[in-house]
């Protein structure tokens, strides 16, 4: 396993129990379509949340948020919609971005709620 692997991995976990803290039910975890692969769906007051979780260390130069750009939200979209005629689901859906940055055993999370729109 890479290291980049186990950064994700780790931050992944980290967004869950926040998520699981806040009041989120997390459905799927690295749901897949194809080469397509939503990171977190999850439910909240009657809203399907799609999130994108993205992690750096503290040496990284860029914030983790900016490596979601149009492509990666385009993909996602594409995801979701297959998620949504999979699962028959019929709600109002939010794209939402959990930013985590690590230095060591501590880290800081910003969690950006509806960060993207299917309307390009």
Request: with cysteine; glycine share 4%; hydrophobic share 40%.
């Amino acid at each position: 396993m890479s290291i980049t692997q186990t950064i994700g991995e780790k931050g992944e976990i980290i967004a869950q129990n926040y998520l699981i803290q806040n009041g989120f039910v997390i459905l799927h975890t690295n749901w897949r379509f194809g080469s397509k692969e939503l990171d977190i769906v999850a439910t909240k007051n009657s809203c399907l949340h799609v999130i994108e979780v993205k992690t750096r260390t503290s040496q990284f130069w860029e914030n983790p948020k900016d490596a979601v750009v149009r492509q990666k939200q385009k993909n996602i979209i594409y995801a979701t919609e297959a998620y949504i005629l999979k699962f028959n689901i019929n709600m109002q859906t939010q794209f939402d971005i959990i930013s985590i940055v690590l230095d060591g055993e501590k880290y800081e999370i910003e969690y950006i709620p509806d960060a993207f729109s299917p309307v390009f």
